[in-house]
T-cell receptor, first 115, second 116 residues
Framework: AQSVTQLDSQVPVFEEAPVELRCNYSSSVSVYLFWYVQYPNQGLQLLLKYLSGSTLVKGINGFEAEFNKSQTSFHLRKPSVHISDTAEYFCAVSSVSGNTGKLIFGQGTTLQVKP | KAGVTQTPRYLIKTRGQQVTLSCSPISGHRSVSWYQQTPGQGLQFLFEYFSETQRNKGNFPGRFSGRQFSNSRSEMNVSTLELGDSALYLC???????????????FGPGTRLTVT
């Protein structure tokens, strides 16, 4: 079984400041890792994903994440945030094996960017 | 290319009724998954379909069912609605078969179901 823990439910930050959203996971099997963003009244949009290879993954809108296998973490970072980054962010995992794309999500982190 | 479309976008039903939600995947996509999003439970997996076959099912009661048609469109049905079924129901589609490394899911805007 897999589980995902997002360590902060809310992260307030000022515009142009850096931000890190933390995600830890637990799994007995190898997993793919994802970060999704959800804007109000919209579905989820994929920011980035880790499948294999380089542990530093770059995504859209200037976001990046680093996979740390020993820490079982996949933290999301952005060096300078904008007001438009205000949204809910979800970390998710899916099993590498088992012929399923089922995503297990964390509880989400609300990023509030203040002017 | 059009994205994932879900109809209706909003729905109000009464306890005990049944409801059918529809999802049209991105053209060419053959995998469709459904998720329920609530403030208390977060995002939870409901079902996953590929080529009209249910590949995986989440931990939901039998009142929740789904199907996929030959054109990859999918529907989910909830019978005997309960207040706790009020949620945003999200559909996602993917080009690749489930579980492959290129399996990237594209989500629709969701159907917000309110049960009164």
């Amino acid at each position: 079984a897999q589980s995902v823990t997002q360590l902060d439910s809310q992260v307030p930050v000022f515009e142009e400041a850096p931000v890190e959203l933390r995600c830890n996971y637990s799994s007995s099997v190898s997993v793919y890792l994802f970060w999704y963003v959800q804007y109000p009244n919209q579905g989820l949009q994929l920011l980035l994903k880790y499948l294999s290879g380089s542990t530093l993954v770059k995504g859209i809108n200037g976001f990046e994440a680093e996979f740390n296998k020993s820490q079982t973490s996949f933290h999301l970072r952005k060096p300078s945030v904008h007001i438009s980054d205000t949204a809910e962010y979800f970390c998710a995992v899916s099993s590498v094996s088992g012929n399923t794309g089922k995503l297990i999500f964390g509880q989400g982190t609300t990023l509030q960017v203040k002017p | 290319k059009a994205g994932v479309t879900q109809t209706p976008r909003y729905l109000i039903k009464t306890r005990g009724q049944q409801v059918t939600l529809s999802c049209s995947p991105i053209s060419g996509h053959r995998s469709v998954s459904w998720y329920q999003q609530t403030p208390g439970q977060g995002l939870q997996f409901l079902f996953e379909y590929f080529s009209e076959t249910q590949r995986n099912k989440g931990n939901f009661p039998g009142r929740f069912s789904g199907r996929q048609f030959s054109n990859s469109r999918s529907e989910m049905n909830v019978s005997t609605l309960e207040l706790g079924d009020s949620a945003l129901y999200l559909c996602a589609s993917s080009l690749a078969p489930p579980g492959t490394g290129t399996y990237e899911q594209y989500f629709g805007p969701g159907t917000r179901l309110t049960v009164t």
